[in-house]
């Protein structure tokens, strides 16, 4: 049997995320038609169902779920051989892939790929983007070295550092009767509609806000999903809503028209940490690993006294 080709697995990676024909034909830069078209081939070639589309909804059959796992993983080494050639012909001795949270604190992502390492001087650092969740995945499958992510929970199969921590933060119209508190607690939301960031983001937050409501038996009015912050920006004008979001994307969409608050809750508590396989015994990881603890808990200290989101 023939192998699928890398634009028919990104295809069903794209799709599998999403959910969505059109999101995912516009995060790989085609038309719809194309990205069925590639859906198509791929079911074909495999001889096996991986999607069941509806009239608004894409759902994953059990086999895409096994399928899809296995061709990140096929995607992710493919790249990674491309990138450690790059590097090599660079003149690197070493190459360390570190994944990064698409909502990581920028300031930490530069602090990360400033690190040098007296005892691997030729040390190239190879930076991957991704949700925390599938960070997270990929460190415990080797696919990563380390990664920055925010709001995992623990597990065995992985060790972690911690870096910072912040709580969640909640965006409102400036106008809103809310908006004046100084900081906001679940149960000034009662009345509102709910804009929560997507499952496939970080299935945990999203579960530790349904959580704590649950407990205090608060339901919203209505609830909405984003992926960006610009979408729930979007969503908290046309819904006169409450976003929840983390503390870096809260100062993506601060505005004269949007007020944003600390939430007070204990939870959603986001911490950000260092995330390596526990059965890593590479000197370079560990070495790394080491010096990004020091240098992250340093930088995080002199950037939150001078940049602390005002209330």
Known sequence: MALPEMRLLQAAIALAEELNYSRAAARLRIDQSTLSKRIAELESQIDMRLFVRNRQTVELTEASRHFVEEARNAVL????????????????DEVLHIGRSVYADPYL?????????????????????????????????????????????????LSFLSVTESPGYIALPNNDAAAGNA??????????EWILPAP?????????????????????????TYTTAEEALALVMAHKGAAFLTREAAWRISSNEIAVRPLSEEHPKLVTRLAMRADDKKRLTSEFVRAAGRKLVKA????????ALAC
């Open 77 to 92: 080494h493919a790249e990674r051989a491309v990138a450690d050639a790059k590097a090599a012909m660079q003149g690197a």
């Open 183 to 192: 900081e906001i607690s679940l149960n000034d939301l009662r009345a509102h």
């Open 300 to 307: 995080q200290s002199s950037h939150q006294r001078s940049t």
């Open 200 to 224: 496939h983001i970080n299935p945990f937050v999203t579960e530790m806000i349904h959580a704590e409501a649950s407990a205090k038996n608060i339901v919203a009015s209505d609830t909405h």
């Open 109 to 157: 992502v530069t602090a990360i790929q400033s690190i040098q390492l007296s005892l691997f001087p030729g040390l190239k650092v190879k930076l991957w983007s991704n949700f925390s969740h599938e960070l997270a995945r990929m460190v415990a499958a080797g696919n990563l070295d380390v990664a920055l992510v925010l709001a995992i929970p623990d597990s065995p199969s």
